[in-house]
């Protein structure tokens, strides 16, 4: 089937480490995105890959990066500069730019310990 | 001003009737808009997209915009306790066409 893929689902992080979030999607898309979903907010921009090998920062980049080596891979790293890492992260995908519609995969939660 | 806002809720309705979510945004350029549903610990799902005024209709979802009044607004008919979520109201900004701008949702509850 397609979709995305999130892995791990759920994930622990003690302060001062750094951590990876996988997401891998087998939808052909060019577009691929990372949002932060925290309790009663709406889903805010971390960053955003418009094709392989290019990326651009989001609303609040401060404390992530990201690589865009393959089409289907966008992983997302929360670094130890992220004060407040704890939340529900959201990869998504789309064709091309918003105007076509985006998918979310299944979502990770990170919580720091 | 949030770029998208909606009322938080909870909207609380019974089987079988229906329920009105209502969403505003700032942009006037704005030219996509979508609604997802999502359940309690899950990701977004798409329910409907919209770009020209007037309604859309999939199923029991009926999505209406006004560009004019800046706002779009989600109807589910026939309510089912399944339609139990939370909504989130996503608008494209014009500036970037990477970009959608999400209003922080409303909750659902339908009473059986």
């Known amino acids: 089937d397609g979709g995305i893929t999130q892995s791990p689902k759920y994930l622990f992080r003690k302060e001062g480490q750094n951590v990876t979030l996988s997401c891998e999607q087998n939808l052909n898309h060019d577009a691929m995105y990372w949002y932060r979903q925290d309790p009663g907010q709406g889903l805010r921009l971390i960053y955003y890959s418009q094709i392989v090998n290019d990326f651009q920062k989001g609303d609040i980049a401060e404390g992530y990066s990201v690589s865009r080596e393959k089409k289907e891979s966008f992983p997302l790293t929360v670094t130890s500069a992220q004060k407040n890492p704890t939340a529900f992260y959201l990869c998504?995908?789309?064709?091309?730019?918003?105007?076509?519609?985006?998918?979310f995969g299944e979502g990770s939660w990170l919580t720091v310990v | 001003q949030k770029e998208v806002e909606q009322n938080s809720g909870p909207l609380s309705v019974p089987e079988g009737a229906i329920a009105s979510l209502n969403c505003t945004y700032s942009?006037?350029?704005?030219?996509?808009f979508f609604w997802y549903r999502q359940y309690s610990g899950k990701s977004p799902e798409l329910i409907m997209f919209?770009?020209?005024?007037g309604d859309k209709e999939d199923g029991r979802f009926t999505a209406q915009l006004n560009k004019a009044s800046q706002y779009v607004s989600l109807l589910i008919r026939d309510s089912q306790p399944s339609d139990s979520a939370t909504y989130l109201c996503a608008v494209n900004r014009p500036s970037n066409d990477y970009k959608l701008s999400f209003g922080a949702g409303t909750t659902v509850t339908v009473r059986a």
């Open positions: 919209i770009y020209s005024n």
């Open positions: 942009d006037r350029g704005s030219q996509s």
């Open positions: 998504a995908s789309s064709m091309t730019g918003t105007g076509n519609t985006i998918y």
